[in-house]
């Protein structure tokens, strides 16, 4: 399997290629094609033309050729917004004779599909603010605790802040350390030392269970938790120091005891059982996965919709109203879809308009554990939880076996590739695999060509989350669920890190992973945060620091394309580029060969050094670095383009 090249013609849905919005049907969008010469220095096309669908049907329209620059040539064309949703690709011809199409997942010498066509929602677009931001998750009840005194809940088995926690079998749902809402906003120095500007908390309405997706009700946050004015008062904090925060809501099922449900069992006729899907009432019903405590939502109905989500008065609109600054959808994949019923993108459409009547800027991130790429087209969702096109990735390319493996195979010469060690490859009966770059990058072009690129980029990027192991222990670090100091699992992790803070889309750092912390599955990985900095291991909490402020300093890395460079086994290298900036990303897991890129390509002037050492220069060629590690290089910024661009 070979990997792409920076002499791939190339094109995304960034500002660089797409001129910005907002559009409306009708508009003529500007569209551009970077066309790199050919290795003998002929121009790498004769002609290009854009291949659009309009009502279904394929419409042609030539490109013009434009300036030259690093040895390419830009290609221009309009495209009618005649759909809400535009699907487009690109002929390319000669020389020679040369057969070529530029789809989203890349160049191919042959037809392909349109499933695989770039993506333009023409009229819905995610909120500009987004972007810019990295995200911080916070499992409320282990995160701090403002008070010793908290009343312990009826369902719960209190424990001591230092307590193991309990990773799987008997108590893991009632094992509670009574972290609340008020320590989280008495900690907001912590998240704005990482960098991050968004807090995403996991559920804080009542609950029966320490994660509250069982909710009780919708209609009041938790008492443990410090209750309603407890959540208005974390708003009142996170929004004086910057920082927004993002709300979960459980649209695809409630609790067995939550109110609507109770409702709906006591009366068949009452107006709640139609909120749900009942075999035999009132003790036989559709539960999420069968698991009796979780039963299922139907949005067929209409007061459904009206108490869940539409208008100012619903649960969405309420709690927008009370300060959240938009919501985490959790099952976004499996709402409103039972049986024969898909309601999924009603329920999305739905949403969005009630959030964006109250607050235009208000995000909507899905939870999808899989392939989201249907789900994200249209005016539903702005994004999802990239675990497919992000997380599965770097996980079977970072996997470093169990702990101590890793380094013991490097120290013994047996080469880099890591062991496996019988994690949970992410709900899959298997272990993680072990990959090489060309499959991982594979996978992410091919699920990310099935979506828009804004709704890419308003995605968010996890290395791990509440619900998986922590990425410290996938690559190799400790599994006891405390802070790991190890060499080998801290600098796999260390260039899983750079990955996440240098790819489009929404970093979302799970809190704990900045200090080290280990676990090997969603349960056991929600430990108590340790406050004290000593337990911290410091190299992992510097380069947290630093990789999120090379983030926010580089308008590339937030705003800019990404065009794969180059891509071996054990190296990925990919540029991020903007009108203002233009970033080379190289991240190898392993020593090993040389990676040489046309200097020309790359402005015909040397890197300069963000984060790391500078490439040296060999001749026509650009040399980086054959040995393991996460740089970073500034490149001569495009002013050809850039010029031409403000004066068209």
Do not use: C
């Amino acid at each position: 399997m070979t990997g792409p090249t920076l002499r791939d013609p190339h094109h995304d849905g960034s500002v660089r290629f797409v001129a910005p919005g907002p559009h409306a049907l009708g508009d003529d969008v500007r569209l551009t094609v970077l066309v790199p010469d050919l290795a003998d220095g002929r121009e790498g096309a004769e002609r290009v033309v854009l291949r659009s669908l309009r009502d279904g049907e394929p419409h042609l329209a030539p490109a013009a050729p434009g300036e030259r620059t690093a040895g390419s040539r830009w290609w221009t064309v309009e495209m009618r917004l005649v759909n809400p949703v535009m699907r487009y690709r690109f002929f390319l011809g000669g020389p020679d004779g040369g057969y070529r199409w530029l789809n989203a997942e890349g160049v191919h010498a042959r037809d392909t599909s349109d499933g695989a066509d770039f993506v333009l929602n023409a009229v819905a677009t995610p909120p500009d603010w987004v972007v810019d931001q990295v995200a911080y998750q916070i499992f409320p009840d282990r995160f701090a605790r403002s008070s010793p005194d908290t009343p312990r809940p009826v369902w719960a088995d209190e424990v001591s802040w230092e307590t193991p926690v309990i990773g799987s079998g008997p108590g893991v749902e009632r094992q509670w350390y009574g972290g609340d809402l008020d320590g989280i906003a008495a900690r907001l120095d912590h998240v704005v030392a990482l960098g991050a500007g968004v807090i995403y908390l996991t559920p804080v309405f009542e609950g029966r269970s320490n994660h509250r997706y069982d909710a009780v009700t919708f209609d009041r946050v938790d008492p443990a938790l410090g209750g309603d004015a407890a959540l208005r008062r974390l708003i009142d904090a996170a929004h004086a120091r910057g920082l927004r925060v993002l709300g979960d809501l459980t649209t695809n099922h409630t609790g067995r005891e939550h109110e609507w449900f109770l409702a709906a069992q006591a009366d068949a006729d009452a107006p709640e059982a139609a909120f749900y899907r009942f075999r035999e009432h009132p003790d036989d019903y559709v539960a999420w996965l069968d698991v009796p405590s979780l039963p299922k939502l139907d949005h067929a109905g209409e007061e459904i919709r009206r108490r869940l989500y539409r208008g100012p008065d619903s649960v969405v609109g309420r709690w927008l109203l009370a300060g959240l600054d938009g919501w985490r959808i959790d099952v976004a994949n499996m709402t409103g879809r039972l049986g024969a019923d898909d309601l999924a993108h009603e329920v999305a459409r739905e949403i969005r308009a009630t959030m964006h009547a109250i607050d235009p800027e208000a995000w909507l991130l899905a939870e999808h554990g899989h392939d989201a790429g249907g789900d994200l087209v249209g005016d539903g969702w702005d994004g999802t939880m990239d675990y497919q096109g992000f997380t599965r990735p770097l996980w079977v390319w970072l996997n470093g076996g169990a702990p101590g493996a890793a380094a013991a195979a490097e120290a013994a010469g047996t080469g880099p590739r890591p062991v496996e060690h019988g994690l949970d490859f992410l709900g899959l009966p298997a272990d993680v695999p072990v990959l090489p770059a060309t499959a991982v990058t594979a996978t992410m072009r091919e699920v990310h060509a099935a979506m828009p690129w804004a709704a890419q980029a308003a995605s968010t990027l996890h290395l791990d989350s509440h619900d998986t192991p922590r990425f410290r222990t996938v690559v190799g670090g400790g599994t006891d669920g405390t802070v790991d100091r190890s060499g080998a699992g801290r600098r796999r992790h260390l260039l899983g890190l750079a990955l996440q803070l240098t790819m489009p889309g929404v970093p979302s750092i799970f809190a704990g992973d900045e200090i080290g912390l280990t676990g090997i599955n969603g349960e056991h990985s929600r430990t108590p945060f340790p406050w004290d900095p000593a337990a911290w291991d410091a190299p992992t909490w510097d380069a947290y620091r630093t990789w999120v402020a090379l983030r926010a300093d580089n308008v590339a890395l937030r705003r800019g394309g990404l065009r794969w460079a180059h891509v071996g086994a054990d190296s990925i290298t990919y540029l991020r580029e903007h009108p203002e900036q233009r970033v080379l990303v190289h991240v190898a897991r392993a020593d090993g060969e040389e990676v040489r890129l046309p200097l020309d390509l790359l402005g015909g002037e040397a890197p300069v050094a963000l984060q790391g050492s500078a490439p040296r220069v060999e001749g026509a060629d650009v040399v980086l670095p054959a040995v393991a590690g996460a740089l970073l290089w500034q490149l001569a910024t495009d002013t050809t383009w850039t010029s031409s661009k403000e004066n068209a």
